[in-house]
C-alpha cells in the first residue's frame, strides 16, 4: 500500500512537472523578453525607431539568425552582444518564437508610394510579395525609413556583412536608389 502511495505521489509529481516545465520556461522567456522591451518598445514600437528595429511579429528564423550572430559575434553590436551573450541558442529560439508570434504594431503612413520602385521588385524574392518577409528573410514593410536607409548603408559599405547576398545587392545600387527603397519600404 505504501508502494502505491509513493508510486502515485511520485508519478503526479512528474505529471506536474512535466506540465508546469513548459509555463514555467515560458514565463522565464517572457521575462528575459522584458530587457528586449527596453529598446525595442514593451508595445512594439521601438522607442527609436530611427535606430531599432521592430522585433514584434518579425520573422522568427530572421530573428534567431540575427540573435546567433551577435551572440557568435559575428554581427557586432555594443548593445546587443552583451544582452544575448550569456543566453543559450535555445533561449535565443525561445525569444525568436517569442517575438514573432506578437502582432506587428500598427501606424503605416496613410500614403504609401503608388508604385514599387524598379530595383525594389527584386527584393520580394526574398522578402516577400507584400516586403512581409518569410524564411530567413526579414519583414521590411513599417520599418523606419532612417532605419532602412542605416541598415542599406551599412551592407553597401561592408560595416555589416552577415549576409553576403545583401552586401552584393546594396552595392549594385547607388545611394539614390537605396534612398529610394527606404522611402517605398518605410511608407509600406
Not at 522565464?28 to 514593451?42: R, S
Not at 551572440?71 to 525569444?95: I, T, Y
Amino acid at each position: 500500500m505504501f508502494t502505491r502511495l509513493l508510486s502515485t505521489i511520485c508519478g503526479a509529481g512528474i505529471g506536474f512537472a512535466v506540465v508546469a516545465a513548459p509555463a514555467r520556461a515560458a514565463d522565464d522567456i517572457a521575462t528575459k523578453a522584458q530587457e528586449c522591451g527596453v529598446c525595442h518598445g514593451a508595445g512594439g514600437t521601438p522607442v527609436d525607431p530611427k535606430t531599432t528595429p521592430i522585433i514584434w511579429g518579425q520573422q522568427s528564423s530572421y530573428l534567431y539568425k540575427e540573435l546567433q550572430n551577435y551572440h557568435s559575434g559575428e554581427r557586432k553590436s555594443p548593445v546587443m552582444q552583451p544582452v544575448v551573450h550569456d543566453f543559450s541558442l535555445a533561449d535565443l529560439r525561445a525569444l525568436a518564437d517569442y517575438f514573432a508570434a506578437k502582432p506587428w504594431p500598427a501606424g503605416h503612413p496613410a500614403n504609401p508610394p503608388p508604385a514599387i520602385p524598379e530595383k525594389a521588385v527584386m527584393c520580394r524574392a526574398c522578402h516577400g510579395q507584400n516586403f512581409e518577409g518569410g524564411p530567413p528573410a526579414p519583414r521590411l514593410a513599417g520599418l523606419s525609413y532612417e532605419y532602412l536607409a542605416g541598415t542599406m548603408r551599412s551592407f553597401a559599405t561592408d560595416e555589416r556583412t552577415n549576409n553576403g547576398d545583401m552586401s552584393k545587392f546594396m552595392h549594385a545600387l547607388t545611394d539614390s536608389e537605396r534612398d529610394t527603397i527606404a522611402r517605398y519600404l518605410a511608407a509600406q
